[in-house]
């Protein structure tokens, strides 16, 4: 058997899609936690939602940790390995950190499925992590009928220099550094009707690094950043909204939208997890009236190895666009921040 001529998004199970639970369910199940220990190190923990825990080492370190995995969502297994990869090291970038070490998480229907297919994704995994900087350390594996892989990542950054989703100031703009659309994209890829050159693009969209971004932003006043992943765009701009005390204006016409996104959509491959971050997110939204029900599920779609969604000074906006073009970054200008109506969004 060539595993090249295996689609491996054809081994998900039905039942699921390897998103993330959806916002409002994991919120639930966390509030009747008891409390944890705490302890004054612990500079960010699970009080806003953030994209990684970071904790105070020294007055000069600290540390920065997340983890990620998921089911495939694109065939090639080398490209699932960097896919994987790139997206669980995003969560060190947004919190502006830099990746020091990974562990690997596997699943794998190793009596079943060729080996070198797990090699591949490895090696894919492997490399993206190399990319960044970071050294492989070790990991864990199953014997699981169905696939799945992804990474705990380990950074390092300045306690002076994190970045949350809760400092955003009136009068910031929003910055988005990749498109939106991925996950009606990856859908359409599992249902087969992306062309060749449509899942090239969108693999690339995924595997590409956030590294250059986070490495420009460091010369800039960033207020509050996030990656845009599991919860769609507006999921995590309300998330921002609401840790920050502030409201986000978001022009729909200036967000980055991957080519053919609508008509996809139109077609039916809207995946669950969008419809369920367009429910969470219903109430603290304000749509135009013209913007029909698509283009309000688009902008919730849920997204892997997303973009840095981040709100810097006004007065330093256009500047950074242009270094983060400069440096090959996709980035847009977005939006921007008010206190009309703190913890909504609108959309305009």
């Given at each position: ?17 390897g998103c993330k639970i959806g916002p409002a369910d994991l919120a639930e199940v966390l509030h009747t ?139 910031d703009r929003l910055l988005l550094t990749k498109p939106i659309g991925v996950g009606i994209m990856t ?133 950074l666009l242009a270094e983060l073009r400069d440096a090959g970054v996709d980035a847009h200008v977005i ?14």
């Open positions: 058997m060539n595993h090249s001529s295996i689609k491996l998004t054809s081994l998900s199970s039905k039942g699921g899609c936690l008891p409390p944890g220990l705490s302890d004054p190190n612990l500079l960010v923990g699970l009080d806003t939602s953030d994209d990684a825990g970071v904790y105070k080492i020294n007055d000069t370190t600290a540390i920065v940790q997340t983890l990620d995995f998921f089911t495939p969502i694109v065939n090639d297994p080398y490209d699932f390995g960097q896919v994987a990869a790139a997206n669980a090291i995003s969560d060190v970038y947004a919190m502006g950190g830099k990746p020091i070490t990974a562990l690997n998480i596997v699943a794998f229907p190793i009596h079943t499925l060729e080996r070198n297919i797990l090699t591949e994704i490895l090696r894919g995994a492997g490399d993206k992590l190399k990319e960044a900087g970071a050294v492989l350390v070790g990991g864990h594996s199953i014997d699981d009928p169905e696939p799945k892989f992804g990474m705990q990542v380990t950074g390092t950054v300045h306690p002076d220099k994190i970045r949350t989703n809760a400092g955003a100031k009136p009068g859908t359409s890829l599992k249902n087969g009707l992306l062309t060749e050159d449509e899942e090239i693009l969108v693999t690339k969209v995924m595997t590409t690094l956030n590294k250059t971004a986070s490495e420009v932003m460091e010369n800039y006043t960033i207020h509050a950043a996030t990656d845009v992943t599991g919860f769609g765009l507006l999921g995590h701009a309300s998330e921002m909204a609401k840790g920050s005390g502030v409201c986000l204006r978001i022009d729909n016409e200036n967000v980055p939208v991957l080519p053919r996104t609508r008509e996809l959509a139109e077609a039916g491959s809207v995946p669950g997890g969008t419809k369920n971050n367009y429910k969470h997110v219903e109430d603290v939204v304000d749509y135009p009236e013209s913007l029909d029900q698509i283009g309000r599920w688009i902008l919730c779609d849920a997204v892997t190895s997303g973009g840095l969604l981040v709100a810097v000074a006004g007065d330093e906006a256009d500047r939006g921007d921040v008010t206190d009309e109506q703190n913890g909504k969004i609108i959309v305009r």
